[in-house]
């Protein structure tokens, strides 16, 4: 298994410039997130989705759209990238549809973005 | 609305040391609490998962406590190494959403 991957691993975009971040998993899992990692902000939920078809929004979500047509992928799209952007992105998965007990979320290797 | 706090922020101590790294969260209506280790660079890796009815758990020279009466969890690492350093990361898992709440690290170094 790859686990969860994530494309680019790096990006840098112009003020404006929309652009996808892709991140799939090939474990059959239910429930992907999107996060960001800002300093001294910690981690940070963007969207979420439980299943394919079902998307919801997190903590901080403005700027940002998802979709799951899939169970495999769920990208994260910018409409129109800000400075305030510039983050680190993290996908993750876990293997139920909403959180249990006993499930661990699966990280990706993150997307080092940088909006200039 | 889920707080968790990690103190120190930052830890140095010598090979072969013990240490406890602090996790505190302020609403103890969790499912787990999860550690998880990010190398400079790199994505989180999960350490150890304790589900909100247990009180520990160990993997290999890590152990994790859970106190949800208190607020509180460590994270326990016996006779450190310099593989160790790295920031350790908290979280705890709970509400409607699915997702972790995270503390902001402490940032481990382990000198030889």
């Known amino acids: 298994n790859a686990g969860v991957t994530q494309t680019p691993k790096f990006q840098v975009l112009k003020t404006g410039q929309s652009m996808t971040l892709q991140c799939a998993q090939d474990?059959?899992?239910?429930?992907m997130s999107w996060y960001r990692q800002d300093p001294g902000m910690g981690l940070r939920l963007i969207h979420y989705?439980?299943?394919?078809?079902?998307?919801d929004q997190g903590e901080v979500p403005n700027g940002y759209n998802v979709s799951r047509s899939t169970t495999e992928d769920f990208p994260l799209r910018l409409l129109s990238a800000a400075p305030s952007q510039t983050s680190v992105y993290f996908c993750?998965?876990?293997?139920?549809?909403?959180?249990?007990?006993?499930?661990?979320?699966?990280f990706g290797p993150g997307t080092r973005l940088t909006v200039l | 609305k889920q707080e968790v706090t990690q103190i120190p922020a930052a830890l140095s101590v010598p090979e072969g040391e013990n240490l406890v790294l602090n996790c505190s969260f302020t609403?103890?209506?969790?499912?787990?609490l999860q550690w998880f280790r990010q190398d400079p660079g790199k994505g989180l890796t999960s350490l150890l998962l304790?589900?909100?009815?247990?009180r520990e758990q160990t993997s290999g020279r890590l152990n994790a406590s859970l106190d949800k009466s208190s607020g509180r969890s460590t994270l326990y690492i016996a006779a450190s190494q310099p593989g160790d350093s790295a920031t350790y990361l908290c979280?705890?898992?709970?509400?409607?959403?699915?997702?972790?709440?995270f503390g902001k690290g402490t940032k481990l170094s382990v000198k030889p």
């Open positions: 993750a998965s876990q293997k139920g549809g909403l959180a249990g007990p006993t499930d661990t979320q699966y």
């Open positions: 474990m059959n899992h239910e429930y």
């Open positions: 989705s439980v299943g394919a078809g079902i998307t």
């Open positions: 609403d103890s209506a969790i499912y787990n």
């Open positions: 304790i589900q909100s009815s247990q």
């Open positions: 979280a705890s898992l709970g509400g409607s959403q699915g997702n972790l709440i």
